[in-house]
């Protein structure tokens, strides 16, 4: 049975060409910094469409999209609001299927700009035309060389975004690409006059590119129907959400934003608790645990084995594993007795957190058999392993080691800035041990909802 | 009237001449490495101890302190517990005012090991002798060239550090001079058999120097004492403290790190709350609280004013903003009025966050002239500027037109990696918005602290 919904977004994510209404050559300008992106990205039939030029970027202009000589599927709208009516009945007419409007303006200003939004709606609906935005910036779709913001990669990958920020939508990706992550397919839903974040959320329950969802959301125009699909989905793909509008203020500022009633924090804490949605509380915190997400299997329960190389950062480790829930693993005797033989020093190498004590900065090969160890011990779920980063550091063999490992394994180059570390081989690597914990403790919940609700099933 | 416990630490930071007593020629040795740090530094008077050796890095070796044709004035002893005494009561004949012991293995390893450590207090106090340590590693002090690890920078600041962690007396020192932040002295206090935290506490809080103090604790010898110095002078100089320790197994963890006794969450509670100390729970946090007390002034109040060039970011932070105890400032008429000259965008353009639109990408100047306005409002009193990084950002506007502005502000570069960026104009630069409120409240909470605790003397 086909899915009229999947079928309309599935469109919009696979067009034969694209008309940019609004494109221009006039330098700083979104008509030309979008036409721009679609010509470096090599995405081949485009479209420019505006009446006061002929050409554009060396690319025949039309009047007008009816006057284009091919079939258009997808239309990006960046006219003024009030001109969307007219482009609206133009783009219906030529039969298109999507239109991403990107003019900001409508509902987010004020009542006038709603109306304009569901006039928009309407003429849409009067033929087979559905909307993303306005207020937004659109889609991103690297295997089909669809970017909607210069300076994106291409390379195809398994995590799809929702947002209701333009600029996360192209942020997030930029810096999440940096630590090697790939994205499906990406959509910056603006104020959601047709298609909404329900819809994309159960596009990508069922889209076969995606394995991974984060979304920084505002408000939700479904909100019972996202609830209930974000249960149905979430134990098969992680759902990472950051929310904004929490308190009365921001939530005041998601108005005047995306247009959105950002709903109340009890609403959102009960999504939270009953459908294993992961939380995330800023920019940094979505970026580390999808980067744990991502390149990490699922734990088995919450018992870590931390080792480190210096005392103090080991000691406020424990601490904020206890807040988040995580357990330092009790490893087993066969265990201790080995790492007594490889860890000079005395007191806490037996226990947990195991430290290697500061000369093993001599010895990193010491780490690679302690690690060893640590991995094929039954009482450790997770490995955390802290070391003081110095530009004289063998880091390789950290990530080697770590490589080899099947269980969830971070790694922390203590002292070191976010953009000198960075794993070709899949390891995620911190700064800072304490988010390297926020995000492995995300991880061991989510692996006991998961393992939880697949039972009941 | 001479205070002889600040006389006994001055002396300690001003010694004409270092013994190295275990000092080696033995590649990846601590011997050579500490031995090599102070050639590298420059500092003169260095005289290497060890039997087994004539000659060691082209310096000559002598066989016990007592042979070095000099004076004295600190030992740092390497040498293995057993032999600590003994070399201990050698220092005591020369005349050394401070013993620096380094070695580990004492009072964090067992009883014996405790009682080794009374051996050698009783041994340093038959003289006049004190001792920093033992399981420590030193003291930095860059405007006498002393430094406790390789890789430090030699200028010198207004920052001091006592920390119960050696590696974190090297790697904040380390991170924060990659932010142009610079320290006066630091101390690696380790077992703390004799000098404690408490005593440093004291020192740092009369030292001309000194304006910042940093700490990473983990228990407290003398905890009274040192709540009553931190509320004497934390109204004169701020005082951030990292605490580990703080459930029951880190206070494990920490009694085999340091043999600290890590005492209850609850003094720790109370210690926050009475004495203007501020907490931080992080690395990170540590340095992004040091980045905004070191670059910023007092905030008058908590009345915070976002700039944003993204809506998304602007709606999050407002959030956190509440979360944290700053208030989102209710700008002035006038203000309102001249913002919306500027600002194209609708909504919340004048409201706050005052979201400068997409559109702002191509017009940073009009940021400059947002800036200003904000910064003359009276309703104002801290200035918070979020805007998307990218390589093509012209990111000099920023740090120019924030380094005039005379209340305290500080700049998101979102998604920006932090070692792309710094300023050398002294605007604190952080890369997450929540990093940046978390320092600014922590700045205001202070602020307010101070106030108070000045208008009651």
Redesign the interface.
Known sequence: MENKLITAIDQIFHPRSIAIIGASDKQ???GRMFLETFIETGFEKIYPVNPRAEEILERLSYPSVKYIPDEVDLALILTPAETVPNVMKECVEKGVKGAIVLT??FG???AEGKELEQAIVQIAHSGNTRIIGPNC?GIYYPAYKLAHFP?LPLESGSVAMI??????S??VP??AS?KGIKFSKVISCGNECDLNAADFLEYFGQDEETQIIVA?L?GMKEGKRFYQLAREISPYKPIII?K???????A???A???GALAGSNLIWQALLSQTGVISV?????LLDCLTAFYYLPLPNGKRVAIIV????????S??????MGLE?AQLSLPTRKALAEIVT????SL?N?I?M???SM??PEAYQQAIGLLARDENVDLLLVIR?Y??YLITSVFEETLATVKKPSALVF??A????IFSARGIPIY?????AIVALAKLAQYSEFRRQALLIK
């Open positions: 700083n300008s979104f900001a303006g987010e200003k004020d910036i300076g947002s209701h920020s333009g600029s996360l192209f942020f930029r810096i940096k920084y505002e950051w904004g509008g929490l308190t009365e203020f921001g005041r500022a998601a005047s934003h995306t509380e800023s920019f940094e915190e190389g210096q005392g103090g950062p080991g000691v406020a424990v601490d904020t594993c206890i807040e330092p020093r005395a007191g806490t226990a957190p430290d004590g500061m000369g001599f010895t003081g110095s530009p203590l002292g800035f976010e953009g000198e700064s800072d041990p304490r988010r």
